[in-house]
C-alpha cells in the first residue's frame, strides 16, 4: 500500500508533465509542416557559401 502512495503521484505527475509538454510544442508549431523536413534530406542544392561565389 505505500508503494501506491510513492508510484500514483509519480505517475499522475510524469503524464502531466508530458500533457503539458505536447500542448506546448503543438502551440509552437512543432507539428505544422510534417512533409518537407523528410524531403528536405533528398533535395541536392549547393551550399550558401558556393552560391555567393559563383555570382
Known amino acids: ?17 508530458a500533457m503539458i509538454a505536447c500542448v506546448w510544442s503543438i502551440r509552437r508549431g512543432q507539428f505544422d509542416d510534417l ?6 534530406l533528398l533535395v541536392d542544392e549547393k551550399p550558401v557559401d558556393a552560391q555567393k561565389k559563383e555570382t
Open 35 to 40: 512533409q518537407s523536413p523528410s524531403v528536405r
Open 1 to 17: 500500500m505505500s508503494v501506491l502512495m510513492v508510484a500514483l503521484p509519480v505517475a499522475l505527475a510524469l503524464g502531466a508533465s
